[in-house]
């Protein structure tokens, strides 16, 4: 298993998928969450864990709605 220096498997992540539009998630490293581009949201990594919960996903700003 290959994992990042903040412990969690890079190769996880890729397989995860957004619970609102099933669609794939693309990891952000900088801001440390799995951000969905069809549903204008990212997903905390709280402790290495994906927080795939809608109520904990963060709205996306239009400028970076439109960067993803």
């Known amino acids: 298993m290959t994992q990042s220096e903040n ?3 890079r190769k ?3 397989a995860l998928i ?4 099933h ?8 801001s440390q ?5 069809k549903a204008g949201v990212a997903y905390p990594i709280r402790d290495g ?7 904990e996903a963060r709205q996306m700003s239009d400028e970076e709605f ?3």
């Open 7 to 9: 412990g969690f498997d």
């Open 49 to 55: 864990i994906p927080v795939m919960l809608i109520d």
């Open 66 to 68: 439109l960067s993803h």
């Open 12 to 14: 996880m992540l890729e």
């Open 23 to 30: 669609s794939t998630l693309k990891f952000n490293q900088e």
């Open 18 to 21: 957004c619970p609102q539009t």
């Open 33 to 37: 969450e799995l951000v969905s581009s």
